[in-house]
């Protein structure tokens, strides 16, 4: 799949389950900043897709994909939106080929030429046979994303397929690998592999004796469908940290009107872009588990930015700095954020919030939530009824929503901004549950 596709579909399914359908073809088009025509043809590409995924789903289920791309997000405790990583490596062509070589595979050890011979008996009519390089192309890209293993041995190398892990454990051990990785992938940043590996873990468990209800002892309900579309920037701008390389893309904000921009190749239908053209040198990612938000944090003309990971796109490398250099942005980094409650670079201001204990005997849920969360605030003052926190950050945009978490257990008393603020979000709130 194209990088260019692939950022499109992203942002494409990131609208479709925010609006869940609501907005009409031209609507929607319009807002992603592609034409009708892109915004169909997006359309039957992910419903092809979604239909070779979910091929052995149940019947009505596997129609529902069928017929529309727009599901319900909640009716499965699986991350639908995971499909799109399974399709992004591969060019539409390349999928039935690559599924034949890992069947064949899968059977025995084979050559390339054996390989080929299988998809020249195999394959449909209407798609190209391919020849001894597309093979071998093929098999060596396998073989460096780790699926594949050549065997030891002279010309011509025989391959089989990478599944020692699955083969040489006991279905019991299996299961306790599938438990421990489908705990971790629903519970820890990121999750992508760890939802791939288990999806490969359940697959193997079903092919043996295993009923679907003893693969699937715990139930999670992922809520936050953004984060995993976000990490397919991730590890490109984790490798680019790596490295001390600046890094380029286009840039979408959550203030502008449209989400994505297409790269128009035809000159007669060259339009201006919305976004902004950026260049920075990554110094750090982060993760907001408020939110479910990736951001990253870079050093650009002006300084230190910060990027909502959903609002890039087309991001490529660009040329790679000095040790000295990079370290000098960190540091800077590191002097803006040290009172960060998440990424915030504003004013450092005190915060001091009065917690009331709940009524009845231990354990004090307020108290311990306070201290597991309050990073390095501190309370200073406490008794029987109540404590008082305090903390310095910077500005209180970021902690606003957690102090206002607490509902009625905490009052804020210093600064009296906040405190205004907050009286005026509480107001709005107790008109709504106004008598009629």
Known sequence: MAKESFDKEIQFLRMLVLTSGAYSRQQFAERLGISVHTFDKTIRR???VVGAVYEQLPQEQGKQFAESIRFSYYDTADPLLLFLF??????????????????????QARTAIELMDVCSGAL???LPLPDEKTIRSDLKYLEEVGVVKREPGVRPYRYRLRN???RELSNEELYDLYDFVDVMANTQVPSVQGYLLRDGLKKALLRGEAGKHAVEPFLYKYHYYSRILDEAHLFALLGAIRERRRVRFLYFSPKTEKSYASKNTNPLFERETEGMKEKAL???VVYDHQYGRWYLLASGREGIRKYRMEGITRIEEDEPVSRETFEEKAAELERQTRRSWLIDTGRPVTVRARFYNPDGPEPNFVKERVLLQGQWGRIVEEDERSFLYEITVNGTTEIKPWLRSFGSSCEIVEPASLRR????????????????
């Open 421 to 436: 603020e907050m009286i005026a979000e509480w107001k709005e709130l107790a008109a709504y549950y106004e008598s009629v």
């Open 46 to 48: 992910l419903k092809d």
């Open 124 to 126: 449909p009519s209407d």
């Open 86 to 107: 399974r399709a992004k490596s591969l060019k539409e062509s390349e999928s039935e080929r690559i599924s034949l070589l890992l069947a064949a595979l899968n059977e």
């Open 282 to 284: 990554p110094l750090q």
């Open 164 to 166: 020692d892990l699955v």
